[in-house]
């Protein structure tokens, strides 16, 4: 059955590097795109960007400049980095797949909260 | 980017009564559009795509209409598990976006 979830640091000092994994089961990497989204506390869903399953990537273009997705499918790991996180950027991050379009997603992690704070 | 105006932003019905939830875009999406309800605490789950597609395992008392720019959801009966958050995202135009979110609550 498909699954994933995320991990991190749960707290980030401002202008530091965010690396999240997201671990999958159920699925291969080479089936489908695993895309990254995120919720600040109280506020709408925002989509970040996604590695497809032939290991290209494609980002949104507010954050292009500070992010970087990649994986390990011998691991079955998704990672994101971005760097110069500032406190705009806490929120809820959440790693999520669509199996059977493109770009609506049927299977989601449970997220992980991530605060910048110093 | 595509901007997806949800209206209201807060509800209040009460059980059995029938809601419906407004989307709209800021230009034609071609029915490419979605909607998730979110329970406090969890992650969005997948009610409707491609606007009127129930997806598997909702209960057919969610249905999704509209066409071009105007959207709708629709809940019939409502249930004390219906309260929720829900959001609408389109994906005709990359990137994907999401509407504000409109919080339902029981009255």
């Known amino acids: 059955q498909v699954q994933l979830r995320e991990s991190g640091p749960g707290l980030v000092q401002p202008s530091e590097t965010l690396s999240l994994t997201c671990t999958v089961s159920g699925f291969s990497l080479t089936s489908y795109g695993v895309n990254w989204v995120r919720q600040p506390p109280g506020k709408c869903l925002e989509w970040m960007g996604v590695i497809w399953g032939d290991g290209s990537t494609a980002y949104n273009s507010l954050l292009k400049s500070r992010l970087s997705i990649s994986r390990d499918t011998s691991k079955s790991q998704v990672f994101l980095k971005m760097n110069s996180l500032q406190t705009e950027d806490t929120a809820i991050y959440f790693c999520?797949?669509?199996?059977?379009?493109?770009?609506?997603?049927?299977?989601w992690g449970p997220g992980t909260m991530v605060t910048v704070s110093s | 980017d595509i901007q997806m105006t949800q209206s209201p932003a807060s509800l209040s019905a009460s059980l059995g009564e029938t809601v419906t939830i407004e989307c709209r875009a800021s230009e034609d999406i071609y029915s490419n559009l979605a909607w998730y309800q979110q329970k406090p605490g969890n992650s969005p789950q997948l009610l409707i795509y491609?606007?009127?597609s129930l997806a598997d395992g909702v209960p057919s008392r969610f249905s999704g209409s509209g066409s071009g720019t105007q959207y709708s959801l629709k809940i019939n009966s409502l249930q004390s598990e219906d309260v929720a958050s829900y959001f609408c995202?389109?994906?005709?135009?990359?990137?994907?976006?999401f509407g504000a979110g409109t919080k339902l609550e029981l009255k």
């Open positions: 995202q389109q994906y005709n135009n990359y990137p994907p976006t």
């Open positions: 491609d606007a009127n």
């Open positions: 999520a797949i669509p199996t059977q379009g493109y770009w609506y997603f049927d299977f």
